[in-house]
């Protein structure tokens, strides 16, 4: 088969390498270099990505996707069967924040009420999803009953069946502050795995908590969309529908802005991530050009001859630019697949890893997650495979260019 000179003569220098036993060294260090990097890259965005994912489901599964804010006197039933006709918007339910303490005769706790309207037909939060056909049904208007996160049960030393008293701060005009006191029944115990929420949240019914607060009407409505990235396109988009419609502007917002704090930390920490493991593609790198510096310096002869043949320089580059491109690119893609399957399967390496080593990478009591999250995303795989093949062809360059500097008449002179 016919095979252009570059290439034929690239592969040629590859095979020889096996009789200079540093050479063969230095190359096989490249690939396996190479690969390493592209493959602890693809694995730790993966993971990274996965914790993203929990971080969001976790964070969602209180607040649901956007929040509508209503002008005052608008009926909330009535704009929340037009959100549900809009297309896009799966779930909406009203909702009441309150800010205020907890006692429980001893001990003093701040805490966020949320008031929600059980039994709820399509169900916004996971909370909610999840506690619908339990503990949820017990908070009825007038009932008295609350439901706390685990982590401030256990910080306030409740168990259910406990009481409890709610203090809710109002602000009357002309009258100043007041404080509204009420006793509850804790009446159950939910578990977001987030310590920001479950240390924090508290949840009764809506009527009950319209009466702590002061207020007369449900001004508040949260919602949830077929897809979650979509949500916030959605939800402005209904937005500007009604306000033109009813000549009243809501006030919206999305779960992108509720939580931008936290994934922007962890785009951070991706990106620095990346840029941290890239230097072990990068140091591979520099095994490329000591490899193929030195096939120059041992092939300065055979490189006199092809020029006196009249091969022009171009070639001479290209011989020893293949010859690295075929060594980076073996790496890269030996480290595409090893990153795959591991990214794939690190539920099942893991475990393996931490009964050898005896450790644990994620403990439940401090990461609320018993197994590591993955997520393989096709554009982080392509961006990395990207990058190390930039990397492993800007090593090619100096030796290829010192390859094509060669002079034929000085090297052949003293053959």
Do not use: C
């Given at each position: 088969?016919?095979?252009?000179?570059?290439?034929?003569?690239?592969?040629?220098y590859l095979?020889?390498?096996?009789?200079?036993?540093?050479?063969?060294f230095?190359?096989?260090?490249?690939?396996?270099?190479v690969?390493?990097?592209?493959?602890?890259?693809?694995?730790v965005?993966?993971?990274?990505?996965?914790f993203?994912?929990?971080?969001?489901?976790?964070?969602?599964?209180?607040?649901?996707?956007?929040?509508?804010?209503?002008?005052?006197?608008?009926?909330?039933?009535?704009?929340?069967?037009?959100?549900?006709?809009?297309?896009?918007?799966?779930?909406?339910?009203?909702f009441?924040?309150?800010?205020?303490?907890?006692?429980?005769?001893?001990?003093?706790?701040?805490?966020?009420?949320?008031?929600?309207?059980?039994?709820?037909?399509?169900?916004?939060?996971?909370?909610?999803?999840?506690?619908?056909?339990?503990?949820?049904?017990s908070?009825?208007?007038?009932?008295?009953?609350l439901?706390?996160?685990?982590?401030?049960?256990?910080?306030?030393?409740?168990?259910?069946?406990?009481?409890?008293?709610?203090?809710?701060?109002?602000?009357?005009?002309?009258?100043?502050?007041?404080?509204?006191?009420?006793?509850?029944?804790?009446?159950?115990?939910?578990?977001?795995?987030?310590?920001?929420?479950?240390?924090?949240?508290g949840?009764?019914?809506?009527?009950?908590?319209?009466?702590?607060?002061?207020?007369?009407?449900?001004?508040?409505?949260?919602?949830?969309?077929?897809?979650?990235?979509?949500?916030?396109?959605?939800?402005?988009?209904?937005?500007?529908a009604?306000?033109?419609?009813?000549g009243?502007?809501?006030?919206?917002?999305?779960?992108?802005?509720?939580?931008?704090?936290?994934?922007?930390a962890?785009?951070?920490?991706?990106?620095?991530?990346?840029?941290?493991?890239?230097?072990?593609?990068?140091?591979?790198?520099?095994n490329?050009?000591?490899?193929?510096?030195?096939?120059?310096?041992?092939?300065?002869?055979?490189?006199?001859?092809?020029?006196?043949l009249?091969?022009?320089?171009?070639?001479?580059?290209?011989?020893?630019?293949?010859?690295?491109?075929v060594?980076?690119w073996?790496?890269?893609?030996?480290?595409?697949?090893?990153?795959?399957?591991?990214?794939?399967?690190?539920?099942?390496?893991?475990?393996?890893?931490?009964?050898?080593?005896?450790?644990?990478?994620?403990?439940?009591?401090?990461?609320?997650?018993?197994?590591?999250?993955?997520?393989?995303?096709?554009?982080?795989?392509?961006?990395?495979?990207?990058?190390?093949?930039?990397?492993?062809?800007?090593?090619?360059?100096?030796?290829?260019?010192?390859a094509?500097?060669v002079?034929?008449?000085?090297?052949?002179?003293?053959?």
């Amino acid at each position: 088969m016919l095979r252009p000179v570059p290439l034929f003569i690239a592969l040629r220098y590859l095979r020889e390498h096996r009789e200079n036993q540093f050479a063969s060294f230095v190359t096989v260090a490249s690939v396996l270099g190479v690969a390493l990097g592209v493959a602890a890259l693809i694995v730790v965005l993966s993971v990274m990505n996965g914790f993203e994912r929990e971080l969001r489901d976790r964070l969602l599964g209180m607040a649901g996707h956007a929040t509508v804010t209503l002008p005052a006197g608008e009926d909330w039933r009535a704009v929340r069967a037009d959100l549900l006709n809009w297309p896009g918007i799966e779930a909406a339910a009203p909702f009441v924040e309150l800010q205020g303490m907890i006692s429980t005769g001893r001990t003093l706790a701040g805490i966020t009420l949320v008031g929600v309207e059980p039994p709820l037909e399509n169900s916004v939060s996971r909370i909610e999803a999840h506690l619908r056909q339990g503990r949820l049904q017990s908070l009825r208007p007038g009932s008295d009953k609350l439901l706390l996160g685990r982590a401030l049960a256990l910080r306030l030393g409740l168990r259910v069946g406990d009481p409890v008293t709610l203090m809710v701060p109002q602000r009357r005009p002309g009258v100043g502050l007041r404080t509204r006191l009420r006793q509850f029944e804790l009446a159950g115990i939910f578990e977001l795995g987030l310590q920001d929420h479950d240390s924090i949240r508290g949840l009764i019914d809506l009527d009950d908590a319209l009466a702590l607060a002061g207020e007369s009407e449900v001004r508040k409505l949260r919602l949830r969309a077929a897809d979650v990235f979509a949500a916030p396109a959605l939800v402005r988009a209904w937005a500007a529908a009604w306000a033109a419609a009813s000549g009243r502007q809501p006030i919206i917002r999305d779960w992108t802005q509720d939580n931008a704090t936290y994934f922007r930390a962890v785009h951070m920490e991706k990106l620095m991530m990346t840029l941290l493991l890239s230097l072990i593609v990068a140091v591979a790198a520099f095994n490329i050009v000591a490899t193929l510096v030195m096939t120059v310096s041992d092939k300065r002869s055979g490189i006199a001859i092809l020029r006196t043949l009249g091969y022009p320089r171009r070639t001479v580059m290209g011989i020893f630019a293949l010859q690295g491109l075929v060594v980076g690119w073996f790496g890269v893609l030996l480290g595409v697949a090893g990153g795959l399957g591991l990214a794939g399967n690190i539920s099942t390496v893991a475990p393996r890893l931490e009964r050898l080593f005896g450790f644990q990478f994620m403990p439940a009591d401090v990461y609320y997650l018993t197994e590591l999250p993955a997520e393989i995303q096709g554009a982080d795989v392509a961006v990395i495979a990207l990058i190390a093949l930039l990397m492993t062809a800007a090593a090619t360059v100096y030796p290829a260019m010192r390859a094509a500097a060669v002079a034929p008449a000085e090297v052949l002179r003293y053959e």
